[in-house]
């Protein structure tokens, strides 16, 4: 079937790729292709069942339309300085520009006018002075945050929007292959998710958008296909839980931190990432059932506890130049020890050397939002330089937020980010490949719903002029 834009993947990229479309008047015939459901369709039995029952064939949460947007936290991260390196390809005037563009198409959708972290100045100097004289770098970040709940009301709506326009999106369908024509893109291969029904799907543009759990699927086309790529950076971290007194400071002054820091001895990137006052840590299931941990925030529904993620960068080139693959490997070996779910361990405990017993967890401060979660030994998977680098700078963390390496600060393993692969193209998103684009955290550029949406719609201006030309 010919089309003139197929979109694979419905995460925030393609979604505002085909949405930027339609606001400035395309004409285009447009698909998209998700493997995964409709928002309404998407439901985790996790609240029912009281823990992970693996659903089939793909997990609710990160799979569907919406893609893992739909059941994050929902912040939209408003300044160029966060969300990955599309500045460093587009610029950061420009990146900047297309941000506050798309956060006026959210809020056009219904998302939260306030804006947090841009009061109470005064403290966020104090805060700001502390992690200086810790070694770590604060970063200035505006935050929208809409919520798990109200993102998923959000995206619904943007979902109609899509369909009431013409957009056709075939859900249930998985892209297994692209096609390719004299060094043309030139459509995709699709199969219904038990792997019957395979189908061609043609048209004059291709855009490859499938999010960070598609991370490794791109790479492989990518070296198949000889699309011009690059091993980048793959995020090895915990998910760190603490009482909402230790954080009040900064949940009221900036309600996220985006903390910086290259801690001793091998001076790795590490960081601060997706952080939830008033959260709950979550599990999210990949195809390969690789159970990872992430964190939600609600708008309405409140836990005693604030969770973030900490995160350790390493880049591998040579000869290992394998990156996604590596941190997987870590992430089963992690799962193995929990006997398929997540691991938790108090931060008193890996400096003292020994594991954490459950009867441990019942008798603490701080008690674990992800209650199936198993307690254990987290140093008996991490490996030790990732190990190293999360301690360290949790400890440089203690002198900006008091508390925060408690004996009883939880921390959850694996949480890993697969956007290692990066996807060579111009500043005017042209790949080496025509007709073949690759937007959002798959492609390597972003990270974040906001950064991945700003891609999307630099594409559908993009298309929209060489449509008018």
């Not at 915990?238 to 007194?245: A, F």
């Not at 603490?364 to 990732?386: C, Q």
């Not at 550029?445 to 906001?450: P, V």
Request: charged content about 25%; hydrophobic content about 35%; overall charge neutral.
């Amino acid at each position: 079937m010919a089309y003139d834009l197929v979109i694979v993947g419905a995460g925030p990229a393609g979604i505002f790729t085909a949405l930027e479309l339609l606001r400035q008047g395309s004409r285009r015939r447009i698909v998209m292709v998700e493997k995964g459901s409709p928002i309404e369709k998407r439901h985790c039995p996790k609240p029912q069942a009281g823990r992970c029952v693996n659903c089939r064939p793909y997990c609710h949460i990160t799979a569907g339309f919406a893609g893992a947007g739909a059941f994050s936290d929902g912040k939209l991260s408003l300044s160029h300085e966060v969300g990955g390196q599309l500045p460093e390809l587009v610029g950061a005037a420009l990146c900047q520009e297309v941000i506050d563009y798309t956060d006026r198409i959210y809020l056009d959708f219904g998302a939260d006018t306030r804006v947090e972290g841009l009061e109470q100045t005064d403290k966020i100097k104090a805060i700001r002075k502390r992690a200086i004289q810790a070694g770590l770098q604060l970063v200035d970040c505006p935050i929208r945050h809409m919520g798990t709940e109200k993102a998923h009301g959000i995206y619904s709506a943007i979902q109609r929007h899509l369909l009431d326009n013409g957009v056709e999106i075939r859900f249930g369908t998985n892209c297994v292959n692209l096609i390719f024509e004299n060094s043309h893109c030139a459509g995709i291969v699709t199969q219904n998710p038990d792997g019957s029904g395979e189908e061609e799907i043609r048209a004059r543009d291709i855009v490859v958008a499938t999010g960070r759990r598609g991370a490794e699927w791109l790479e492989k086309i990518c070296q198949e296909h000889g699309i011009a790529h690059q091993p980048g950076t793959v995020d090895i971290g915990v998910r760190v839980e603490v009482r909402n007194e230790v954080m009040e400071e900064v949940n009221g002054a900036l309600y996220e931190s985006k903390l910086i820091g290259y801690p001793h001895p091998f001076k790795d990137k590490v960081r601060t990432f997706c952080q939830n006052p008033g959260g709950f840590v979550s599990q999210e299931n990949y195809d390969n059932d690789l159970a990872v941990v992430n964190g939600h925030s609600y708008k309405e529904r409140k836990s005693q506890n604030t969770n973030l993620a900490i995160l350790s960068s390493h880049n591998f080139n040579h000869p290992f130049n394998q990156p996604i693959a590596y941190a997987q490997k870590i992430g089963e070996l992690t799962n193995m020890l929990a006997n398929g779910s997540i691991l938790v361990q108090r931060f008193g405990d890996i400096l003292d050397g020994k594991r954490t017993w459950e009867k441990e967890l019942l008798r603490a401060n701080v008690r674990p939002t992800l209650k199936d979660a198993v307690a254990g030994d987290i140093t008996a998977g991490m490996p030790y330089r990732a190990m190293t680098n999360i301690v360290n700078f949790i400890q440089a963390m203690e002198m900006v937020v008091p508390g925060f390496a408690s004996p009883e600060t939880l921390l959850y393993s694996p949480e890993l980010k697969f956007y290692s692969n990066r996807v060579k193209m111009d500043e005017k998103l042209n790949t080496s490949i025509a007709g073949f684009y690759s937007l959002g955290d798959s492609s390597g550029w972003t990270r974040g719903l906001m950064m991945s949406s700003a891609m999307g719609v630099m594409l559908g201006k993009k298309l929209a002029r060489e449509e008018r030309a």
